[in-house]
């Protein structure tokens, strides 16, 4: 449990402390962001590399960061979600859908981005 009482540099210490927990955990049980930690690491250099400016690269980088951002979420909600039951109940099945749609989308906007810019 976090400590409640921390506070300036030490509360800033301790939040890295759990971030580097959360990517940790992440990277161990979810096989979708393996994958695309492997798709952000082989597309960065052929994203500077075909990336005309500056805005280009950070945009078709970016893109695929994103989708990191969203399968952290994603894996959160899925995280809370078993942890109240593995039961099936609908509002659980809904809350582990609709993080995947946003997955989905997400995938979908790397898609587009890189289209439109080296198309």
Known sequence: ??????????????????????????????????QE????????????????????????????????????LNSAIEAVVDRVGLEHHELSGRAKDIGSAAVMMSLAWVAVTWALILL
């Open 37 to 72: 930690v492997i798709l952000l690491v082989i597309s960065t250099p052929i994203a500077i590399w075909l990336g005309g400016s500056a805005i280009e690269k950070v945009l078709l980088i970016g893109s695929v960061v994103l989708v990191l951002l969203v399968e952290l």
């Open 1 to 34: 449990m976090a400590n409640q009482n921390a506070k300036g540099f030490k509360r800033l210490i301790n939040a890295c402390f759990f971030s580097v927990a959360g990517f940790k955990a992440t990277w161990k049980h979810e096989e979708a962001f393996r």
